[in-house]
Protein backbone atom coordinates (compact mmCIF):
# COMPACT_ATOMS: atom_id res chain seq x y z
CA UNK A 1 0.00 0.00 0.00
CA UNK A 2 1.31 3.49 -1.08
CA UNK A 3 2.31 5.88 1.87
CA UNK A 4 -0.10 8.54 2.21
CA UNK A 5 1.94 12.40 1.95
CA UNK A 6 1.07 14.35 4.27
CA UNK A 7 0.63 17.64 2.30
CA UNK A 8 -0.37 17.29 -1.38
CA UNK A 9 1.14 19.34 -4.20
CA UNK A 10 -1.65 21.82 -6.74
CA UNK A 11 -0.21 21.87 -9.88
CA UNK A 12 -3.20 24.09 -11.10
CA UNK A 13 -2.91 26.80 -8.55
CA UNK A 14 1.15 26.02 -7.58
CA UNK A 15 0.66 25.89 -3.29
CA UNK A 16 0.26 23.11 -1.12
CA UNK A 17 -3.02 21.57 -0.14
CA UNK A 18 -4.40 18.65 2.44
CA UNK A 19 -8.00 17.16 2.32
CA UNK A 20 -9.08 16.58 5.73
CA UNK A 21 -12.63 15.37 7.12
CA UNK A 22 -14.26 16.63 3.85
CA UNK A 23 -12.48 20.06 3.72
CA UNK A 24 -9.48 21.24 1.66
CA UNK A 25 -7.49 23.12 3.60
CA UNK A 26 -4.70 25.67 1.33
CA UNK A 27 -1.64 25.88 3.00
CA UNK A 28 1.38 28.02 1.55
CA UNK A 29 2.43 28.92 -2.08
CA UNK A 30 5.43 27.19 -3.58
CA UNK A 31 7.41 27.04 -6.53
CA UNK A 32 7.02 23.13 -7.24
CA UNK A 33 6.49 19.68 -5.90
CA UNK A 34 10.41 19.71 -5.28
CA UNK A 35 10.05 22.98 -3.28
CA UNK A 36 11.46 21.69 0.28
CA UNK A 37 11.25 24.46 1.96
CA UNK A 38 7.58 26.10 1.45
CA UNK A 39 6.73 22.02 1.83
CA UNK A 40 8.12 21.88 5.38
CA UNK A 41 6.18 25.26 6.36
CA UNK A 42 3.12 23.22 4.99
CA UNK A 43 3.29 20.50 6.83
CA UNK A 44 3.66 22.33 9.78
CA UNK A 45 0.38 23.97 9.06
CA UNK A 46 -1.15 20.82 8.74
CA UNK A 47 0.10 19.34 11.84
CA UNK A 48 -1.76 22.90 13.43
CA UNK A 49 -4.48 22.35 11.90
CA UNK A 50 -4.95 18.95 13.32
CA UNK A 51 -4.51 19.65 16.75
CA UNK A 52 -7.12 22.76 16.25
CA UNK A 53 -9.55 19.77 15.03
CA UNK A 54 -8.60 17.40 17.90
CA UNK A 55 -9.59 20.42 20.28
CA UNK A 56 -13.01 20.96 18.71
CA UNK A 57 -11.93 24.47 17.37
CA UNK A 58 -13.44 25.40 13.78
CA UNK A 59 -10.96 25.86 11.11
CA UNK A 60 -11.32 27.62 8.12
CA UNK A 61 -10.54 26.09 5.35
CA UNK A 62 -9.61 29.12 3.22
CA UNK A 63 -7.84 30.38 6.39
CA UNK A 64 -4.28 29.92 4.84
CA UNK A 65 -2.64 31.43 1.82
CA UNK A 66 -5.65 30.84 -0.52
CA UNK A 67 -4.95 30.63 -4.25
CA UNK A 68 -6.86 32.90 -5.57
CA UNK A 69 -4.01 35.62 -5.96
CA UNK A 70 -2.38 32.96 -7.93
CA UNK A 71 -5.64 32.39 -10.17
CA UNK A 72 -5.54 36.75 -10.70
CA UNK A 73 -1.76 36.56 -12.02
CA UNK A 74 -2.38 33.69 -13.98
CA UNK A 75 -5.07 35.17 -16.10
CA UNK A 76 -3.05 38.42 -16.06
CA UNK A 77 -0.10 36.78 -18.09
CA UNK A 78 -2.57 34.56 -20.46
CA UNK A 79 -4.18 38.97 -21.29
CA UNK A 80 -0.36 39.86 -22.41
CA UNK A 81 0.37 40.79 -25.89
CA UNK A 82 1.83 37.73 -27.50
CA UNK A 83 5.49 38.02 -29.51
CA UNK A 84 5.28 39.46 -33.10
CA UNK A 85 6.15 37.81 -35.66
CA UNK A 86 9.52 39.07 -37.70
CA UNK A 87 8.58 40.36 -40.93
CA UNK A 88 11.35 41.15 -43.84
CA UNK A 89 9.58 44.87 -44.47
CA UNK A 90 10.14 45.77 -40.60
CA UNK A 91 12.42 49.17 -40.76
CA UNK A 92 15.18 47.06 -38.13
CA UNK A 93 15.08 44.38 -40.93
CA UNK A 94 15.34 46.74 -43.73
CA UNK A 95 18.13 49.26 -42.61
CA UNK A 96 19.87 45.74 -41.52
CA UNK A 97 19.39 44.67 -44.98
CA UNK A 98 20.32 47.88 -46.60
CA UNK A 99 23.56 48.55 -44.43
CA UNK A 100 24.77 44.45 -45.18
CA UNK A 101 24.76 45.61 -48.22
CA UNK A 102 26.06 49.01 -48.03
CA UNK A 103 28.96 47.34 -45.96
CA UNK A 104 29.36 44.57 -48.86
CA UNK A 105 29.99 48.05 -51.71
CA UNK A 106 33.12 49.05 -49.31
CA UNK A 107 34.67 45.68 -48.91
CA UNK A 108 35.17 45.88 -52.93
CA UNK A 109 35.81 49.51 -52.59
CA UNK A 110 32.89 50.93 -54.24
CA UNK A 111 32.70 53.54 -50.98
CA UNK A 112 34.34 54.05 -47.61
CA UNK A 113 33.82 51.96 -44.57
CA UNK A 114 33.35 55.22 -42.37
CA UNK A 115 30.19 55.98 -44.94
CA UNK A 116 29.06 52.73 -44.28
CA UNK A 117 29.44 53.72 -40.60
CA UNK A 118 27.63 57.06 -41.25
CA UNK A 119 24.53 56.18 -42.76
CA UNK A 120 24.11 53.41 -39.78
CA UNK A 121 24.33 56.04 -37.77
CA UNK A 122 22.02 58.52 -39.31
CA UNK A 123 19.01 56.29 -39.78
CA UNK A 124 19.15 55.38 -35.50
CA UNK A 125 16.93 57.73 -34.91
CA UNK A 126 14.50 57.13 -37.34
CA UNK A 127 14.33 53.30 -36.38
CA UNK A 128 14.32 53.98 -32.91
CA UNK A 129 11.24 55.91 -33.59
CA UNK A 130 9.49 53.52 -35.50
CA UNK A 131 10.84 50.23 -34.05
CA UNK A 132 9.42 47.10 -36.04
CA UNK A 133 6.67 48.75 -37.71
CA UNK A 134 6.53 47.79 -41.05
CA UNK A 135 7.79 50.21 -43.24
CA UNK A 136 4.82 49.57 -45.84
CA UNK A 137 2.08 51.03 -42.71
CA UNK A 138 3.95 53.80 -42.26
CA UNK A 139 2.13 57.02 -44.37
CA UNK A 140 2.54 60.62 -44.77
CA UNK A 141 0.99 61.71 -41.52
CA UNK A 142 3.65 58.91 -39.66
CA UNK A 143 6.65 60.75 -42.22
CA UNK A 144 5.36 64.63 -40.86
CA UNK A 145 5.07 63.66 -37.21
CA UNK A 146 8.70 61.98 -36.98
CA UNK A 147 9.83 64.90 -39.14
CA UNK A 148 8.81 67.49 -36.53
CA UNK A 149 10.10 65.39 -33.67
CA UNK A 150 14.10 65.17 -35.57
CA UNK A 151 13.14 69.25 -35.89
CA UNK A 152 13.35 69.69 -31.96
CA UNK A 153 16.17 68.11 -31.80
CA UNK A 154 17.66 70.73 -33.33
CA UNK A 155 15.46 73.45 -31.88
CA UNK A 156 17.05 71.63 -28.41
CA UNK A 157 20.62 71.64 -29.86
CA UNK A 158 20.82 68.01 -29.35
CA UNK A 159 22.27 67.56 -33.39
CA UNK A 160 23.29 70.03 -35.53
CA UNK A 161 20.95 71.52 -38.63
CA UNK A 162 23.94 69.31 -40.97
CA UNK A 163 23.32 66.44 -39.17
CA UNK A 164 19.44 66.79 -39.98
CA UNK A 165 19.67 66.94 -43.63
CA UNK A 166 22.04 63.85 -43.66
CA UNK A 167 19.11 62.11 -41.72
CA UNK A 168 16.64 62.88 -44.51
CA UNK A 169 19.12 61.84 -47.00
CA UNK A 170 20.33 58.93 -45.16
CA UNK A 171 16.33 57.83 -44.60
CA UNK A 172 15.63 58.51 -48.27
CA UNK A 173 18.10 56.26 -49.64
CA UNK A 174 16.60 53.12 -47.50
CA UNK A 175 13.42 53.99 -49.25
CA UNK A 176 14.79 53.72 -52.59
CA UNK A 177 16.65 50.85 -51.40
CA UNK A 178 13.79 49.00 -50.35
CA UNK A 179 11.89 49.64 -53.29
CA UNK A 180 14.35 48.41 -55.90
CA UNK A 181 14.57 45.44 -53.87
CA UNK A 182 10.79 44.76 -53.98
CA UNK A 183 10.06 45.35 -50.18
CA UNK A 184 7.86 48.26 -51.13
CA UNK A 185 5.85 49.66 -54.08
CA UNK A 186 5.67 52.82 -53.26
CA UNK A 187 6.90 55.35 -50.70
CA UNK A 188 5.35 58.31 -49.15
CA UNK A 189 4.47 61.21 -50.88
CA UNK A 190 5.95 63.51 -48.84
CA UNK A 191 8.94 61.67 -48.45
CA UNK A 192 10.71 63.89 -51.07
CA UNK A 193 9.77 67.17 -48.80
CA UNK A 194 11.88 66.15 -46.17
CA UNK A 195 14.85 68.38 -46.11
CA UNK A 196 14.25 71.16 -48.97
CA UNK A 197 14.93 74.72 -47.95
CA UNK A 198 13.34 77.34 -48.39
CA UNK A 199 14.93 80.85 -50.27
CA UNK A 200 16.21 82.18 -47.29
CA UNK A 201 17.86 78.91 -46.14
CA UNK A 202 19.41 78.66 -50.01
CA UNK A 203 20.85 82.21 -49.41
CA UNK A 204 22.24 81.73 -46.33
CA UNK A 205 23.86 78.44 -47.31
CA UNK A 206 24.97 80.30 -50.62
CA UNK A 207 27.54 82.33 -48.18
CA UNK A 208 30.96 81.33 -48.74
CA UNK A 209 32.37 78.88 -45.59
CA UNK A 210 35.41 80.65 -44.32
CA UNK A 211 37.75 78.29 -44.52
CA UNK A 212 40.97 77.68 -41.86
CA UNK A 213 44.84 78.16 -43.45
CA UNK A 214 47.94 78.22 -41.98
CA UNK A 215 50.24 81.27 -42.51
CA UNK A 216 54.56 80.80 -43.31
CA UNK A 217 55.15 81.70 -40.20
CA UNK A 218 52.70 79.22 -38.31
CA UNK A 219 54.14 76.14 -40.57
CA UNK A 220 57.47 77.04 -39.96
CA UNK A 221 56.78 77.10 -35.94
CA UNK A 222 55.16 73.61 -36.32
CA UNK A 223 57.61 72.13 -38.15
CA UNK A 224 60.38 73.78 -35.66
CA UNK A 225 58.64 72.21 -32.58
CA UNK A 226 58.79 68.79 -33.81
CA UNK A 227 61.61 67.56 -31.76
CA UNK A 228 61.85 66.38 -28.13
CA UNK A 229 64.01 69.72 -26.98
CA UNK A 230 60.58 71.64 -27.36
CA UNK A 231 58.54 68.49 -25.34
CA UNK A 232 57.73 68.86 -21.75
CA UNK A 233 60.09 66.69 -19.71
CA UNK A 234 57.77 63.98 -18.33
CA UNK A 235 57.10 63.50 -22.42
CA UNK A 236 60.95 63.46 -23.47
CA UNK A 237 61.43 59.34 -23.60
CA UNK A 238 58.37 58.53 -25.54
CA UNK A 239 59.15 57.23 -28.76
CA UNK A 240 56.03 58.18 -30.34
CA UNK A 241 54.39 58.86 -34.35
CA UNK A 242 54.95 62.65 -33.28
CA UNK A 243 58.88 62.57 -33.06
CA UNK A 244 59.07 59.99 -35.45
CA UNK A 245 57.37 60.81 -38.62
CA UNK A 246 55.52 63.86 -37.41
CA UNK A 247 57.97 66.25 -38.73
CA UNK A 248 58.50 64.71 -42.16
CA UNK A 249 54.73 64.31 -42.30
CA UNK A 250 54.18 68.04 -42.64
CA UNK A 251 56.30 67.94 -45.11
CA UNK A 252 55.11 65.80 -47.36
CA UNK A 253 51.29 66.94 -46.93
CA UNK A 254 52.06 70.30 -47.64
CA UNK A 255 54.50 69.49 -50.75
CA UNK A 256 51.90 66.66 -52.49
CA UNK A 257 48.27 67.72 -50.11
CA UNK A 258 48.09 63.81 -49.05
CA UNK A 259 45.83 63.20 -46.39
CA UNK A 260 46.67 61.27 -43.11
CA UNK A 261 45.06 57.62 -45.27
CA UNK A 262 47.32 59.07 -48.24
CA UNK A 263 50.48 58.93 -45.75
CA UNK A 264 49.19 55.58 -44.28
CA UNK A 265 48.91 53.80 -47.67
CA UNK A 266 52.14 55.30 -49.14
CA UNK A 267 54.46 52.14 -50.51
CA UNK A 268 58.42 52.56 -51.47
CA UNK A 269 56.68 51.60 -55.09
CA UNK A 270 55.16 54.70 -54.97
CA UNK A 271 58.34 56.82 -54.78
CA UNK A 272 60.78 58.00 -57.44
CA UNK A 273 63.71 59.44 -55.67
CA UNK A 274 66.59 58.61 -58.22
CA UNK A 275 64.46 60.71 -61.06
CA UNK A 276 65.49 63.74 -61.77
CA UNK A 277 63.48 65.53 -60.23
CA UNK A 278 62.42 62.95 -57.59
CA UNK A 279 58.50 62.31 -57.28
CA UNK A 280 55.57 60.40 -56.10
CA UNK A 281 53.42 58.86 -58.44
CA UNK A 282 50.32 57.51 -56.98
CA UNK A 283 46.30 57.08 -57.33
CA UNK A 284 45.06 58.98 -54.47
CA UNK A 285 43.41 56.79 -51.38
CA UNK A 286 40.06 58.20 -51.27
CA UNK A 287 39.43 59.08 -55.35
CA UNK A 288 42.11 56.76 -56.99
CA UNK A 289 43.12 59.44 -59.23
CA UNK A 290 46.31 59.61 -60.11
CA UNK A 291 48.77 62.20 -58.70
CA UNK A 292 52.40 63.36 -59.79
CA UNK A 293 54.17 65.29 -57.24
CA UNK A 294 57.57 66.67 -57.79
CA UNK A 295 59.48 66.30 -54.43
CA UNK A 296 61.09 69.23 -52.45
CA UNK A 297 64.64 68.60 -51.11
CA UNK A 298 63.69 67.89 -47.53
CA UNK A 299 60.85 65.74 -48.79
CA UNK A 300 63.56 63.62 -50.45
CA UNK A 301 65.99 63.64 -47.61
CA UNK A 302 63.17 62.50 -45.19
CA UNK A 303 62.33 59.67 -47.68
CA UNK A 304 65.56 58.07 -48.06
CA UNK A 305 66.17 57.85 -44.41
CA UNK A 306 62.59 56.45 -43.81
CA UNK A 307 62.95 53.72 -46.86
CA UNK A 308 66.51 52.29 -46.06
CA UNK A 309 66.38 48.49 -45.86
CA UNK A 310 62.89 48.72 -47.04
CA UNK A 311 61.20 46.21 -50.03
CA UNK A 312 59.24 47.98 -52.72
CA UNK A 313 55.78 46.56 -51.64
CA UNK A 314 56.14 48.04 -47.54
CA UNK A 315 54.58 51.23 -46.24
CA UNK A 316 56.84 54.02 -46.27
CA UNK A 317 54.90 55.36 -42.28
CA UNK A 318 54.12 52.33 -39.81
CA UNK A 319 53.46 52.94 -36.08
CA UNK A 320 56.57 51.49 -33.34
CA UNK A 321 54.20 48.21 -33.74
CA UNK A 322 54.94 47.72 -37.47
CA UNK A 323 50.89 48.81 -38.10
CA UNK A 324 49.92 51.46 -40.43
CA UNK A 325 49.11 54.94 -39.52
CA UNK A 326 45.49 54.71 -39.84
CA UNK A 327 43.93 51.68 -39.15
CA UNK A 328 40.13 50.60 -39.46
CA UNK A 329 38.67 48.81 -36.27
CA UNK A 330 37.08 45.38 -36.52
CA UNK A 331 34.17 43.09 -34.81
CA UNK A 332 35.70 41.38 -32.50
CA UNK A 333 34.22 38.32 -33.54
CA UNK A 334 33.57 38.32 -37.02
CA UNK A 335 36.83 40.60 -38.01
CA UNK A 336 34.51 42.54 -40.44
CA UNK A 337 35.35 46.35 -40.68
CA UNK A 338 33.10 48.74 -38.43
CA UNK A 339 34.06 52.27 -40.16
CA UNK A 340 35.81 53.65 -36.60
CA UNK A 341 39.38 54.11 -37.08
CA UNK A 342 42.16 55.17 -34.89
CA UNK A 343 44.10 58.19 -36.49
CA UNK A 344 47.84 58.29 -34.32
CA UNK A 345 49.13 61.24 -37.21
CA UNK A 346 46.34 63.40 -37.04
CA UNK A 347 46.12 63.09 -32.68
CA UNK A 348 49.57 63.91 -33.22
CA UNK A 349 49.24 66.85 -35.67
CA UNK A 350 45.76 68.18 -33.20
CA UNK A 351 48.30 67.72 -30.13
CA UNK A 352 51.18 69.70 -31.72
CA UNK A 353 48.52 72.44 -32.78
CA UNK A 354 47.77 73.26 -29.37
CA UNK A 355 50.99 72.80 -27.69
CA UNK A 356 52.43 75.55 -30.25
CA UNK A 357 49.31 77.60 -31.75
CA UNK A 358 47.17 77.39 -28.27
CA UNK A 359 44.69 74.94 -26.62
CA UNK A 360 41.75 76.72 -28.67
CA UNK A 361 42.86 76.70 -32.19
CA UNK A 362 40.69 74.04 -33.78
CA UNK A 363 42.72 73.89 -37.07
CA UNK A 364 43.85 70.22 -37.86
CA UNK A 365 45.70 68.27 -40.45
CA UNK A 366 43.99 68.19 -43.64
CA UNK A 367 44.31 72.26 -42.95
CA UNK A 368 47.74 71.48 -44.53
CA UNK A 369 46.56 70.28 -47.65
CA UNK A 370 44.22 73.39 -47.89
CA UNK A 371 46.95 75.74 -47.37
CA UNK A 372 49.54 74.42 -49.96
CA UNK A 373 46.19 74.55 -52.39
CA UNK A 374 45.14 77.91 -51.78
CA UNK A 375 48.63 79.32 -52.20
CA UNK A 376 48.79 76.99 -55.45
CA UNK A 377 46.12 78.85 -56.85
CA UNK A 378 47.25 82.06 -55.93
CA UNK A 379 50.38 81.82 -58.02
CA UNK A 380 49.02 79.80 -60.79
CA UNK A 381 45.64 79.39 -61.07
CA UNK A 382 44.66 76.05 -62.60
CA UNK A 383 47.80 73.76 -60.58
CA UNK A 384 45.66 73.49 -57.66
CA UNK A 385 43.41 70.64 -59.28
CA UNK A 386 46.82 68.67 -59.57
CA UNK A 387 47.68 69.66 -56.33
CA UNK A 388 44.66 67.71 -55.14
CA UNK A 389 44.46 65.46 -57.42
CA UNK A 390 40.99 65.97 -58.16
CA UNK A 391 39.17 64.73 -61.28
CA UNK A 392 39.12 67.63 -64.51
CA UNK A 393 35.68 67.43 -65.39
CA UNK A 394 35.99 70.30 -67.96
CA UNK A 395 35.84 68.51 -71.79
CA UNK A 396 39.06 70.26 -72.60
CA UNK A 397 40.56 67.32 -70.16
CA UNK A 398 39.70 64.13 -72.74
CA UNK A 399 41.74 66.14 -75.45
CA UNK A 400 44.84 67.50 -73.30
CA UNK A 401 47.45 66.25 -71.14
CA UNK A 402 47.98 68.09 -67.62
CA UNK A 403 50.01 70.53 -67.31
CA UNK A 404 52.79 68.93 -65.51
CA UNK A 405 55.79 71.41 -66.13
CA UNK A 406 53.60 74.54 -64.93
CA UNK A 407 52.93 72.21 -62.11
CA UNK A 408 56.53 71.19 -61.28
CA UNK A 409 57.74 75.04 -61.76
CA UNK A 410 54.40 75.68 -59.36
CA UNK A 411 55.65 73.44 -56.62
CA UNK A 412 59.51 74.46 -56.53
CA UNK A 413 58.26 78.47 -55.84
CA UNK A 414 55.49 76.70 -53.12
CA UNK A 415 59.01 75.25 -51.71
CA UNK A 416 60.67 78.56 -51.22
CA UNK A 417 57.12 80.37 -49.94
CA UNK A 418 56.58 78.17 -47.38
CA UNK A 419 60.00 78.70 -45.85
CA UNK A 420 61.51 75.18 -46.27
CA UNK A 421 64.47 76.29 -48.58
CA UNK A 422 65.43 79.92 -49.99
CA UNK A 423 66.47 79.01 -53.37
CA UNK A 424 64.71 77.23 -56.79
CA UNK A 425 64.94 74.25 -57.22
CA UNK A 426 66.77 73.64 -60.41
CA UNK A 427 64.43 71.62 -63.25
CA UNK A 428 65.62 69.89 -66.15
CA UNK A 429 65.16 72.31 -69.59
CA UNK A 430 63.03 71.10 -72.04
CA UNK A 431 64.68 69.24 -75.02
CA UNK A 432 67.83 68.92 -73.43
CA UNK A 433 68.90 65.32 -73.01
CA UNK A 434 70.44 63.42 -69.91
CA UNK A 435 74.27 63.22 -69.32
Known amino acids: MAK ?26 GKGSSDRVSKKIAIEKVREIRKELAAGKVVDSTRFDTPTSRKVSRKSRKTKTTKRRWSPKQVNAVRNRFIKDKRAEADVGDITYGRVQQLENR ?5 EYFDRKNLTSINENDINRW ?12 IAPRTLQQEY ?4 QMYTYARKQGLIKNVPLNLEDLGKQTKQQKMRSKKKKR ?28 KDTEMKNLKLAICLALNTGMTQQDLSDLTVADLSLKKRP ?75 VKRVLGEDDPRRFRELRRTGAEMCKQRKPGTEQLYLAHTDRQMSAFYTTPIQKEFDLMLTYLEVDLGFETTLQKLPKKGKKKS
Open 4 to 29: QQEVNWDKTNKCWRKYIEGKTYWLCA
Open 123 to 127: LKHFC
Open 147 to 158: SRLASKRVADGH
Open 169 to 172: TSVK
Open 211 to 238: HLFFSKKEVQMLYQHCSTEHLDLKWRER
Open 278 to 352: PRVERQRSKTGVESNHLLWRKSVAGLKELCKGKKMTERVFTRNDGQPLVRLSKEPKTGKKTGGRTDVLGAAFKRL
